[in-house]
């Protein structure tokens, strides 16, 4: 037998409610406030959730949305007496299934709920397919299920911190800060970064990781450098070049790398913005160089103290000529520009070796150590 929970903040309207479901053969629970529907759905989750839209505690799409962070799939039918184009599109927003107006006859509430209850089935299949080919992470969803990883993402977001290792010195020169996650539909962080961008989040994920980053270096080791990525679109976010920002406190330690994964020709007011960087103490390094983005070279543009090769390049490249040379030229470019050259992903011992014969010396991979918590030693 189906469930379906009843909310309503008048008591004669779930009452009525109650009396046309049981006939129809569900199973009722009802809640008289938005925040009693939460409790109970939490304690015992319904099938369906028939919903009014307007309570005194919480209107309908904040509750829509505060049931998204428990249940993504439970259909929520929406019932008012007003309805308004704007309204309706924000709950289609959040994931209501279907809104319907007051008063609700039997019949069109046998409809919608039997419907809904299908959906949800449904939808439990879907999500039980993804899980079985692994995809879930990168599925859409509507907003309010978005949201509530995304929250949920944020919340368990940590810093794990990889070496970037001077081979002629054998010793650590620096460590990159990566944002982490503990959601698990957002582990990658490709995912969780677009999910940001999705939602209009990005600069307050970018304030997030830069504080967490600034926290977490507290207990970095002694003359380390730090490396600290910065998406595009936080180029133009004022947090960045705020001098009382966390990060901005550690700012002569700190090298931002700026991804060539991503145009930075749509930044506004972008050269001031660099040099309002470089006045704060930050350097600047170009990273994933030779990523294959095609646009502007953003060499010219950011002129950056260190360059990092992205790893496409570094992958077998002890089986590769081109490769080798490629890298061998952009060594020596990067030596007569003054420009400090990282190389990226180094997996293997003949990568490393193939490396250092091409005049690398800062390097970074899983063959030395992976990002994790703490401030990992690497193998030298
Ligand atoms: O774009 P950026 O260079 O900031 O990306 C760094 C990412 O590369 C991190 O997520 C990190 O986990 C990953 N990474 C670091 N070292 C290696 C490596 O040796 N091999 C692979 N495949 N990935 C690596
Ligand atoms: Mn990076």
Redesign the pocket.
């Known amino acids: 037998m189906s469930r379906v929970l009843v909310v309503d903040d008048d008591e004669l309207v779930v009452q009525s409610y109650a009396r046309t479901l049981g006939r129809l053969g569900y199973t009722v629970d009802t809640a008289s406030s938005a925040r009693q529907a939460i409790d109970r759905f939490r304690a015992d989750a319904s099938d369906v959730v028939l919903s009014d839209l307007a309570m005194p505690d919480m209107d309908g799409l904040s509750f829509l949305r505060e049931l998204r962070r428990f249940d993504l799939d439970v259909p929520v039918v929406i019932v008012t007496g007003a309805p308004s184009m704007e309204t309706a599109i924000k709950a289609v927003e959040y994931g209501a299934f279907r809104y319907i107006t007051k008063p609700a006859s039997s019949e069109t509430l046998a409809e919608t709920l039997g419907r809904a209850v299908r959906f949800h089935e449904l939808a439990r299949m879907r999500r039980l397919a993804m899980d079985l080919v692994e995809q879930s992470g990168h599925a859409l969803g509507d907003r309010a299920s978005l949201e509530a990883r995304f929250e949920s993402a944020v919340s368990t977001a940590w810093i ?1 911190f ?1 070496p970037i290792i001077s081979w002629k010195e054998r010793k650590v020169s620096g460590y ?1 800060a ?1 944002l982490r996650t503990k959601e698990p539909t957002l582990l990658r ?1 490709d995912h969780f970064i677009d999910a940001a961008a999705r939602l209009g989040r990005l600069h307050d994920l970018g304030r997030m990781a830069r504080a967490r980053t600034a926290a977490a270096a507290q207990s970095a080791p002694p003359d380390v450098r730090l490396f600290v ?1 910065v998406h595009a679109s936080d180029l133009g976010d004022d947090d960045l070049i705020l001098p009382s920002a966390p990060l901005s406190q550690l700012a002569n330690k700190v090298t931002l ?1 700026l ?1 060539e ?1 991503t145009s930075l020709d749509g930044a506004a007011d972008l050269r001031e913005r660099l040099e309002a960087l470089r006045a704060l103490g930050f350097r600047l390094a170009v ?2 160089l030779g ?1 294959g983005y095609a646009g502007l070279s953003s060499l010219a543009v950011v002129s950056p103290e260190v360059v ?1 090769i ?2 496409s390049l ?1 992958r077998d490249v002890d089986r590769s000529p081109s490769k080798q040379e490629v890298i061998r030229s952009m060594t020596r470019l990067a030596a007569d520009l003054g420009m400090e050259l990282i190389v ?4 293997t011992a003949a990568e490393r070796d193939t490396l250092v014969t091409l005049g690398c010396d800062l390097m ?4 030395f150590a ?2 994790g918590p703490g401030f990992p030693k690497p193998e030298l």
């Not at 990226?344 to 997996?347: A, I, N, R, S």
């Not at 970074?364 to 063959?367: I, V």
């Open positions: 794990a990889q990159e990566l962080p990525n790398e991804t994964r990273d994933d990523a990092k992205d790893m570094v990226e992903g180094v997996e970074q991979g899983f063959f992976r990002p």
